[in-house]
């Protein structure tokens, strides 16, 4: 049925109109609830998604994990019913509902059945406001996290990871471990975790995105059931931006078959007039895996490692441009200086004319495919755009901001971010 129904949705996005047609309605409720709404009623199953900005970083100083430890608990018991059955009634109602946070927001989701949504949106109703915290899941859901906290310190890249985090976002919160530690998880209770429920779940740090049998009139009532009665405004602590720190290498010398090569250097924000050049020079260089120049001498030329690339990484409180890889040990330092060589061409000449052609024509041509291909990844999408404040039209104005790029622009940007020494993390056996 979720095939069909995927299938379904893409020809009604598409068919319509050229590009990227794709009707987004916003809808408003009474009580001042948005969301936006991509309707189809051929197939009858609802798919919801939803986030409240204020994620790990506004986990308090020696409670980390905090957030990461209650998204696990929102389906354990709710309101008047307890974990066994809550699970049983999700499962009668045939709904799908998770919650997860990263550093910024908590999001949650859910699916249902067009004709059971009453019945769903009363659990979810229940697990958004009237979160139970009974603490034997809690004990429950903390032994797994701990268990898997435990687990990852066996892992010589999670643990160079962490190190290079302090390294590279110094004293920010961002350098905390989402997931927190053992210690950090013993010290939350069942009042932490009600409290930073009441401070982070808000109507005005909320936003919600809708795919599926649903129209405007219907998704109104259902958006104030659900979230009307939340506090009208969050009580976040205020989180400055991440001062990253470049130029400097990490190294945590471990006994590998590879070794793993990261290096990090200044992003653009999404909202910065370069961000389109910055997003065809990342293409360009690493990110157009098949294609791009560091797969090309990383991989295809001298076959030293399987993957090999780049990608630009945008949080509320940063912005970064990252190169990695995985090599074999013996030789780690050639393919180093490879990345380097590289990454210094594309600073000092950008790119050509043919390459930016070819980077735009395939930028616009798969948008659809990684961004509209199921009912989930475009209720994301609408997520994305919301929080982005890119506008209901951004997907029809997506491929003209990208033609209208020019090398000029390219180059410029190339130069701009490529030429700060990066900061850099090396984890494998010891090199000369």
């Not at 979720?2 to 408003?28: N, S």
């Not at 009858?44 to 696990?72: C, H, V, W, Y």
């Not at 990090?264 to 924000?269: H, K, S, T």
């Amino acid at each position: 049925m979720i095939k069909r129904f995927v299938a379904t949705l893409l020809l009604v996005l598409f068919a319509a109109a050229p590009g990227y047609a794709v009707q987004i309605k916003e809808v408003v409720s009474p009580k001042g609830i948005r969301a936006w709404l991509v309707q189809d009623d051929f197939v009858p199953l609802i798919s919801m998604r939803f986030s409240f900005k204020g994620g790990s970083t506004q986990d308090p100083e020696g409670k980390e994990g905090l957030a990461n430890l209650m998204t696990g608990l929102f389906d354990e018991g709710a309101g008047d019913l307890d974990s066994n059955t809550f699970q049983e009634q999700l499962d009668d109602v045939g709904a799908e509902m998770s919650f997860n946070a990263d550093d910024d927001r908590i999001t949650g989701s859910v699916r249902m059945l067009a004709d059971k949504r009453d019945a769903a949106a009363e659990l979810l109703t229940l697990a958004v406001n009237q979160p139970r915290f009974d603490q034997a899941p809690i004990d429950r859901i903390r032994q797994q996290v701990v268990a898997g906290i435990n687990a990852s310190e066996r892992d010589p890249n999670t643990i160079a990871g962490r190190k290079f985090a302090v390294a590279l976002y110094g004293d920010h919160p961002y350098a905390r471990q989402s997931d927190g530690t053992e210690q950090s998880l013993n010290t939350i209770t069942r009042d932490d975790l009600v409290a930073f429920h009441k401070r982070n779940f808000a109507r005005d740090n909320l936003i919600v995105g809708v795919v599926g049998s649903i129209s405007p009139e219907d998704l109104a009532p259902l958006l104030d059931k659900v979230f009307g009665d939340l506090p009208e405004k969050a009580q976040l602590e205020p989180v400055s931006d991440a001062q990253l720190g470049f130029g400097q290498t990490t190294r945590f010398d471990y006994v590998l078959p590879q070794t793993s090569i990261s290096m990090v250097y200044p992003g653009v924000r999404r909202q910065d007039p370069d961000f389109f050049p910055a997003y065809i020079m990342n293409h360009i260089l690493g990110g157009g895996t098949f294609s791009s120049r560091i797969y090309n001498e990383v991989r295809e030329k001298r076959g030293l490692a399987y993957s090999a690339g780049s990608n630009l990484i945008n949080r509320d409180h940063m912005a970064a441009l990252m190169v990695s890889t995985a090599t074999r040990a013996d030789r780690a330092n050639e393919t180093l200086q490879i990345l380097k060589t590289e990454i210094a061409r594309m600073a000092k000449d950008g790119p050509t004319e043919e390459e930016l052609a070819e980077a735009k024509k395939y930028l616009v041509g798969s948008y659809a495919v990684n961004n509209l291909d199921s009912s989930s990844a475009v209720a994301s999408t609408l997520l994305g755009l919301q929080d982005e404040n890119l506008g209901r039209d951004y997907i029809d104005k997506r491929a003209d901001l990208i033609n209208a790029v020019t090398l000029d622009q390219v180059r410029a940007v190339a130069g701009k971010l490529l030429e700060t020494e990066p900061a850099v993390l090396i984890v494998g056996p010891p090199q000369s």
